[in-house]
Each structure stands twice: as structure tokens, then as C-alpha cells.
């Protein structure tokens, strides 16, 4: 009788691991606006019949908190694909040991710049970041050309930028930081602060005021400025640094990583097959004007091509160590 409960005992046990091996479910953490990637994870769940936990960063916090819990998580890995909506976080991550790498069948289709060499990230549809105006408030000849002409008088007071201490504007400002070396960029925002630059809660917030005739313009993603272009005919945007010779615009793929250790990395991968896809890229360019990187990706006609726009060239690397270095700095620059 004892060998018998013994037997049945084991044979519970090999069931209960088994189950847990077999998990139906895969965990993401994303930076991007719920309302246009929840839509896709959803249809991945049909598709697939996987189920999808995800766990999303607030509007107030974004790009910071998912990754401040990734990072507390390091030796007890809960999420399974982190989907960013940009690289640099990916490349902290990278850097903390905490991403595992993942050549994913679709990932040639991508171009050598927006991926890591080791596939530690791998980016998809990405966003740049654009000036928008009120076209109310000022004429599209007297816009500034360059983020540089931004500390010039005759802007005073007149435009907004986010809280550069969340999402993708600590992104812009950070590349900043590489591209024009640290003394330079400093002395750069040392005089948007004296030109009265209008600190916004989140780049929402910058399309709000932009579009409700409360500031002529200010610095904000190409999905916020498509919403704001559907929603009034008195706004529009435009790419900076456009000049031969000029910096260029920051481009922001969407970039995934692999979790280490996580626990459900099959699911994961499928996943992360999924996303890197003609399909989801043309969804997301018909939801949020985000720009495929796949060739021959079919998107409306209003969403700008990669191909006609001059990219600021940017060390990922680089520009991750000066997102963590400068924090105190910008920390003070915010609140002074």
C-alpha cells in the first residue's frame, strides 16, 4: 500500500511540473501607450490562443517604471518580453545582464542600425520625434528649423517641452547629450530655461497645449502629432534639422528584449516573432503613424517614410550611459 501512495505521489509530481513547464500564458512589460499595443497583444491571443499578462507604464512615469521593475527583478524574473518604445532601455537592461539574446527568424528583415549585433534587442515601426505647432499661434515660415534655434528671443515663452525626466523625451534628451558633448547640450537647456520653455507633465500634455492655442508649438513624438492632425485642422509638424549637413531627427524604433531566466521563454519568442512582422507593423502605422522598418511594408498615405527623412546618428551605447549619468542633472535642471 505505501509503494502504491509512493507511486501516485511521484506520478502528481510529474503532473504538477509538467503543467507548470506548459504554461499557456506569456508576461509582457511595455513602455508603449496601452491603447495602441494592447490592440495587438490582443490579437495575438486569438491567433495563438496564448494567453497575454501585460503590465503597462503610466502616461506620468513612462519608459521608468517597467524598467525600474525589470531591474528589481533581475534574480527572480517574472516578465518574459520587455517591449520598449525605444532602445535605449533595452541597452540599460543589456548592460545589467538582465536581457537574454534572440535571432528571431523575422530579424534579417530589419536594418543592421536598429538591432543589436547580438540580438539583445531587436527594433520594429519606429516613431521620430517632431516639432508641432498651432498654426493659429504662429506661421509655418517663422517655425524654427533646427532644436538649436529653440533658445532664440523671439520664441520666449512660446513653446513646451515634456518633463525630460520620463519617456521619450529623457530619450532626445540624452542623445543630445552625445551628439553636442556635455558641456554644449547643458549650456543648450540652461538656455531654454531662460527661454521660459514650458516644462509639460508628458508629450499628451505638449499636444494639449499646442493644440488648445496655449503655446505655438512644441517638441512631441510623431503618434501624438498624427492624433493631434485627425483631431484639429490647426495643427500641424514638422521634422527638424532637415538641412544637408544638418543633426537630424532622433528616429525611436519600438524595441523588444528577451528576458534571462524568464518563465515562459517559448512564449516569449512567439511573441517576439509576432511583433516583428509586415502585420504588426502595418497595424501600428494605421493606429499611430508609427514608420515600418520592414521594406514594402503597406501603410496610409499620411504616415512619413523613413527613407525621406535625414536620422540623427547616435551611439545606442552612448547614449544609455549618459540617460543614467545625467539624471541628476536633469533632476535639478526640472525642479530650479
Given at each position: ?5 509512493f ?24 513602455t508603449?501607450?496601452?491603447v495602441f ?6 490579437d ?11 503590465v503597462?507604464?503610466?502616461e506620468?512615469t ?8 525589470l ?8 516578465c518574459?518580453l ?19 539574446p534572440?535571432q528571431?527568424a ?12 547580438e540580438?539583445h534587442?531587436?527594433g520594429?515601426s ?11 499661434r ?14 532664440h528671443p523671439?520664441?520666449?515663452?512660446q ?20 551628439v ?15 527661454n521660459?520653455v ?6 499628451g ?10 503655446l505655438?508649438?512644441g ?9 493631434a492632425?485627425?483631431?484639429?485642422s490647426?495643427?500641424?509638424?514638422i ?5 544637408p549637413?544638418?543633426?537630424g531627427?532622433l ?6 528584449s528577451?528576458?534571462k ?7 516569449g519568442?512567439?511573441?517576439m ?14 493606429s ?10 503597406e501603410v496610409?498615405?499620411?504616415v512619413?517614410?523613413?527613407d ?16 543614467e ?12
Amino acid at each position: 500500500m505505501k509503494r502504491y501512495f509512493f507511486s501516485l505521489a511521484l506520478v502528481l509530481f510529474f503532473i504538477l511540473i509538467g503543467c507548470k513547464n506548459s504554461s499557456n500564458e506569456v508576461v509582457v512589460y511595455s513602455t508603449v501607450d496601452q491603447v495602441f499595443s494592447e490592440p495587438i497583444l490582443r490579437d495575438f491571443e486569438e491567433e495563438t490562443g496564448i494567453k497575454v499578462r501585460a503590465v503597462f507604464d503610466t502616461e506620468e512615469t513612462k519608459s521608468t517604471g517597467v524598467m525600474n521593475r525589470l531591474i528589481a527583478e533581475k534574480d527572480n524574473a517574472q516578465c518574459d518580453l520587455f517591449w520598449s518604445g525605444d532602445p535605449l532601455r533595452n541597452v540599460v537592461l543589456q548592460s545589467k545582464g538582465i536581457t537574454s539574446p534572440y535571432q528571431s527568424a523575422q530579424t534579417d528583415l530589419i536594418p543592421g542600425h536598429f538591432r543589436e549585433k547580438e540580438n539583445h534587442w531587436t527594433g520594429f515601426s519606429a516613431r521620430a520625434r517632431v516639432l508641432i505647432y498651432n498654426k493659429n499661434r504662429i506661421s509655418p515660415d517663422s517655425l524654427p528649423h533646427s532644436i538649436l534655434e529653440l533658445t532664440h528671443p523671439r520664441y520666449e515663452g512660446q513653446f513646451t517641452i515634456a518633463n525630460p525626466l520620463f519617456g521619450t523625451t529623457t530619450f532626445h534628451i540624452a542623445a543630445l547629450f552625445t551628439v553636442l558633448g556635455n558641456t554644449t547640450a547643458e549650456q543648450w537647456m540652461e538656455e531654454l530655461k531662460k527661454n521660459q520653455v514650458v516644462i509639460a507633465t508628458s508629450n499628451g500634455d505638449v499636444k494639449k497645449r499646442v493644440m488648445n492655442g496655449e503655446l505655438a508649438f512644441g517638441l512631441t513624438d510623431t503618434d501624438d502629432a498624427f492624433e493631434a492632425k485627425k483631431e484639429s485642422s490647426d495643427v500641424d509638424y514638422i521634422f527638424l534639422d532637415q538641412q544637408p549637413g544638418g543633426m537630424g531627427t532622433l528616429i525611436m524604433p519600438n524595441a523588444l528584449s528577451m528576458m534571462k531566466d524568464s518563465p515562459n521563454t517559448e512564449n516569449g519568442k512567439k511573441l517576439m516573432d509576432y511583433l516583428l512582422s509586415r502585420e504588426t507593423e502595418a497595424k501600428l502605422a494605421i493606429s499611430c503613424a508609427q514608420m515600418p522598418l520592414i521594406k514594402g511594408t503597406e501603410v496610409p498615405e499620411v504616415v512619413p517614410s523613413l527613407d525621406h527623412i535625414i536620422p540623427m546618428k547616435i551611439d545606442y551605447i552612448q547614449t544609455s550611459e549618459n540617460l543614467e549619468q545625467i539624471q541628476p542633472w536633469l533632476k535639478k535642471w526640472v525642479e530650479e
